[in-house]
């Protein structure tokens, strides 16, 4: 049995008309490809999860995570009903299933759940009947049968996970744009749709912005070896392959720019950094925000001519303030001058498997943004990836202005076929 599984976002589903529109699509399909069985997975309708938890939190500011995947969860109970609907009316045989109901067993860990293995039973016994099931994403149920979510955008995740247990012959993400663009195409009009792109490079742009994809669900089909394409619900066309790096034979130097606009950067100042002493005080910062379950990213240390430290690293805005909490009681203990926070920066990367052997990408990122006069205050690197962090007014200016010097200017000169076959399908 050829099983394929088709997620459909929130605008996709975001009112009647597109749920019967995204319904015959999957009719069509069906009519197209009579061997395979299909699994269809949907969202909430768009803004509605936002609606749910906003009204949680107009009634209550101390509601438990629980309480909250509670609410939660309901809003794609509400599209898996409708779409069941849409597709017997179109003459398909369809059921909706919640995400317990299909045998999605996470764990406990309530708004960011992970999923621990799918009882597929349910979901084959359906497929062998050739009744289509309708899953909602985003939701599971834990081994003691509380409800959970998988976090915001966790349909991806659902439906790459299902696919993996289902051992799926691909899984078809259906979103509002054509596919992986080599940038947010609603920030920089002239992004290039990516024909294929690498898991590794995809999970970095999802990381670091690029809301296109979960990189939760970009892990699980690269662990689990399901062939993913992300498209369009409304526009047809080819979308963009998630593939491995090996099946992309001459990969442009830079493949996307990605922003994130939702951290924060605390500094330590006048640290005193000596040896044993000073290493040892910073260690214990960092203890102590780790056993706050902070996540640190970016961190970046400056020696005054006095000798002393300057230390400064972002954090996720929704930790910022509890952080800075922290390191003011540090201060004392570690004979800093203070504790300071900016919370108007915004990170901005750079993401290409052939970075690494290009020592010049660097130095064209520094000049792009100088020609703005857009100012970087922290720099990180890896081999994928160059993450700058700016002030955050600048931070979709500086996006079309590293997509211009880096990605348009590396297709005007040619400088891999690849991207020149890539730049006959614009945005
Ligand atoms: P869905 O509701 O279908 O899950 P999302 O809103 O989560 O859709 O993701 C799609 C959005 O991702 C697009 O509307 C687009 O603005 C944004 N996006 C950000 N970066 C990129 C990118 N590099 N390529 C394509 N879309 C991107
Ligand atoms: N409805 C959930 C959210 O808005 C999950 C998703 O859309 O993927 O985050
Ligand atoms: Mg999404």
């Not at 296109?212 to 070896?225: E, G, K, T």
């Not at 994130?260 to 040892?280: F, H, M, N």
Request: hydrophobic share 45%.
């Amino acid at each position: 049995m050829r099983v394929v599984v088709k997620k459909f976002g929130g605008t996709s589903v975001g009112d009647i008309s597109r749920i019967r529109e995204a319904a015959k699509l999957v009719v069509r399909y069906r009519a197209q490809h009579p061997e395979e069985r299909l699994v269809v997975v949907v969202s909430a309708m768009a803004g509605e999860t936002n609606r749910l938890l906003a009204l949680a939190r107009s009634c209550s500011s101390n509601a438990t995570a629980r309480e909250l995947d509670m609410i939660a969860a309901t809003g794609e109970q509400v599209t898996i009903a409708l779409m069941a609907m849409a597709l017997t009316d179109l003459g398909a045989k369809a059921e909706s299933l919640t995400g317990a109901q299909a045998g999605v067993i996470t764990t406990e860990q309530f708004m960011g759940a992970q999923v621990e293995r799918i009882d597929t039973a349910r979901l084959e016994s359906l497929l062998a009947e050739d009744i289509i099931p309708v899953v909602a994403g985003f939701q599971g149920l834990s081994e003691s049968r509380e409800i959970t979510t998988l976090g915001r955008g966790g349909s991806d995740i659902s439906a790459v996970a299902l696919a993996a247990a289902l051992e799926a012959a691909a899984c078809y993400i259906y979103t509002d744009v054509e596919g992986v663009f080599s940038a947010d195409p609603r920030i920089c009009p002239d992004a290039r749709l990516l024909r294929r792109i690498s898991h590794e490079e995809m999970l970095e742009l999802a990381t670091l912005g690029a809301k296109v994809l979960h990189p939760r669900s970009v892990l699980f089909a690269m662990r689990y070896r399901v062939p993913l394409v992300t498209l369009s619900t409304f526009r047809s066309g080819p979308g963009t392959w998630i593939v491995n790096e090996g099946e992309i034979m001459e990969a442009p130097v830079v493949s996307g720019i990605t922003h994130r606009s939702d951290e924060a950067r605390i500094t330590l100042s006048k640290v005193p950094g000596g040896l044993p002493d000073g290493l040892q005080r910073l260690g214990k910062v960092f203890a102590d925000i780790g056993k706050a379950g902070i996540p640190v990213d970016m961190l970046t240390q400056n020696r005054g001519a006095d000798g002393l430290l300057d230390l400064s690293f972002t954090v996720p805005d929704e930790h910022s303030s509890h952080c800075l909490e922290l390191c003011q009681a540090l201060v004392p203990e570690i004979g800093a001058e203070g504790a300071g926070i900016d919370r108007n920066i915004a990170k901005v990367s750079v993401v290409g498997v052939g970075i690494h052997a290009h020592a010049d990408v660097a130095s064209k990122i520094f000049k792009a943004l100088a020609s703005e006069r857009i100012e970087v205050l922290m720099l990180s690197t890896s081999e994928i990836k160059i993450s700058v962090v700016i002030p955050r007014k600048y931070a979709e200016l500086a996006v079309r202005c590293l997509h211009d010097a880096l990605v348009l200017a590396q297709l005007a000169s040619g400088s891999s076929p690849q991207a020149e076959a890539r730049a006959a399908v614009s945005h």
